[in-house]
Nanobody
Framework: QVPLVESGGGLVQPGGSLRLSCTGS????????IGWFRQAPEKEREGVSC????????VYSDSVKGRFTISRDNAKNTVYLQMNSLKPEDTAVYYC?????????????????WGQGTQVTVSS
């Protein structure tokens, strides 16, 4: 199955903001829970956020709670991750996947494969 496509990463100074996008083709993202994950160099992949179908329930990791917001734009078949007050420790490659369900921010059974991700670098 075709993976989702992440975009919107880049280099930003501490305290700055970025908005990541997660898009797909051939299916409707709003039919699926969508999870965002990240992997920093030499670290394991970790969950960041998950949104259930229809945005009726969202969860965040403690490390990003209050700074990141996950949302959907169904007209664009896109899920966003708005990241504010970025810190150097947010530096990572960010990925999104269609999941069978949200299990907190942990990885649940998912559809397709991991995409290429989008690099976020927070540095002065």
């Amino acid at each position: 199955q075709v993976p989702l496509v992440e975009s919107g990463g880049g280099l930003v100074q501490p305290g700055g903001s970025l908005r990541l996008s997660c898009t797909g083709s051939g299916f409707t993202l709003d039919d699926y829970p969508i999870g965002w994950f990240r992997q920093a160099p030499e670290k394991e992949r970790e969950g960041v956020s998950c949104t259930n179908r229809g945005d009726n329930h969202t969860v965040y990791s403690d490390s990003v709670k209050g700074r990141f917001t996950i949302s959907r734009d169904n007209a664009k078949n896109t899920v966003y991750l708005q990241m504010n007050s970025l810190k150097p420790e947010d530096t990572a490659v960010y990925y999104c996947v269609r999941q069978a369900y949200c299990s907190g921010v942990d990885l649940a059974p998912f559809f397709g494969s991991w995409g290429q991700g989008t690099q976020v670098t927070v540095s002065s």
